[in-house]
């Protein structure tokens, strides 16, 4: 069975790190606090933390007790202006050691997201978000044309997608080609490439899902050898002293970091919050050409806890140069300032803003109005 897109989309979604926030994930201005003074147990002897935490402390003004941290921006800027010119910073801090600084990071902040959200009631160890479920729930009594674009790399979306979509109602595309969909000798290797033939399953009314995270995802890796990305899902565990990735099932690990075709060690296919963000990374560019299409082809476009920081100045110009001018564009947002409402007019004369939070949005079946049933 082959399924396809329609020429037009209904709606799509862009989400930014406000539409988690209700579910108790931090924004980025608390990760860097909650590093260097540690609520979490597990971090008082983590060898990652140690790391991360001697480097800022040695390059940055940290001060827990005036309040005064660096932001997550300056911090990947700073890290990627010795990468990306191939300049060491010290004897201490090679170019190396520094790569492997900015991959630590990732993974303290990937484990601090898994660790905040909030269970489905008091008495669940189910951190699956309620808030992303709901979402699917309701998506699934529509015809499901729709997309989504988002800034987060969690898995905080994807991992609620299992068991209100998926199986019976749709599959993700994340709009990238996997090693996981050809080769055979690597974990999650029965992975469902949407824009192939798929299983007839009886009694499924199967519609394929874009799911464009733009700049990349936790659960996602690339080898620099083979120049394949791989996909691993639901690994939401991270060994705190090796910074091994694995995905934890009662008490066995599953775990990958090297490329199953040529052995190659894995990197974190993501773009961290830089000013100096590298967009030619060749999966980074497919998801901005997809991007470019579900813009140019959606009826709504509907913002959600985004803001338009400066640092994502080529969102700014993704809708600028792609955006219908017959597009109804609706942003919601508890709190926008005027400033960002400017941006946001900045790309389009009439926009609908809407001070509400993704939650309440959810709750008043705002987002259902977008689409057909």
């Avoid at 606090?33 to 983590?46: A, G, Q």
């Avoid at 799911?211 to 995802?217: D, V």
């Avoid at 890796?221 to 009662?250: F, M, Q």
Wanted: hydrophobic fraction near 35%.
């Amino acid at each position: 069975m082959h399924i396809s897109y329609e020429k037009e989309r209904d709606c799509l979604f862009f989400l930014g790190a406000g539409a988690s926030y209700s579910d108790g994930v931090p924004l980025q201005k608390d990760i860097i606090p909650m590093i260097l003074s540690p609520k979490i147990k597990e971090f008082e002897s983590s060898e990652l933390r140690r790391d991360v935490s001697n480097f800022l402390r040695n390059n940055f003004s940290c001060s827990p007790e005036n309040n005064i941290y660096p932001s997550l921006e300056v911090i990947f800027s700073y890290l990627d202006y010795f990468i990306d010119n191939d300049i060491s910073l010290s004897s201490a801090y090679t170019i190396n050691g520094l790569a492997e600084i900015k991959e630590e990071l990732v993974k303290l902040i990937y484990y601090i997201t898994s660790k905040s959200i909030k269970p489905q009631n008091e008495n669940s160890t189910d951190t699956t978000s309620s808030l992303y479920a709901d979402f699917w729930k309701r998506m699934r009594k529509t015809k499901r044309n729709f997309s989504i674009i988002t800034t987060n790399y969690d898995n905080l979306l994807d991992n609620a997608f299992d068991g209100t979509l998926y199986p019976r109602y749709g599959l993700i595309d994340y709009c990238v080609d996997f090693l996981n969909y050809t080769e055979e000798d690597i974990a999650f290797n029965w992975w469902i490439n949407p824009r192939d033939d798929i299983p007839e399953w009886k009694d499924y009314d199967l519609r394929p899902i874009k799911l464009i995270k733009i700049h990349g995802s936790l659960n996602w890796k690339y080898c620099h050898c083979c120049s394949h990305a791989i996909l691993t899902p639901w690994c939401t565990s991270i060994d705190l002293d090796t910074g091994i990735l694995v995905r934890s099932i009662d008490t066995d690990h599953e775990s990958i970091s090297r490329c199953a075709r040529d052995g190659h060690y894995l990197s974190t296919l993501i773009i961290p919050p830089s000013h100096n963000k590298i967009l030619k990374h060749p999966v980074i560019q497919r998801l901005m050409n997809e991007s470019q299409e579900e813009i140019r082809k959606s009826k709504n476009i509907v913002f959600i806890g985004y803001s338009f920081p400066d640092s994502d100045i080529h969102i700014r110009a993704l809708f600028k140069k792609n955006l219908n001018t017959n597009t109804k564009i609706t942003v919601i947002n508890p709190d926008l300032p005027d400033e960002q409402k400017s941006t946001y007019k900045g790309i389009s004369a009439e926009i609908n803003f809407i001070q509400k939070t993704f939650k309440e949005a959810l709750d008043d079946g705002i987002f259902e109005t977008f689409l057909k049933s």
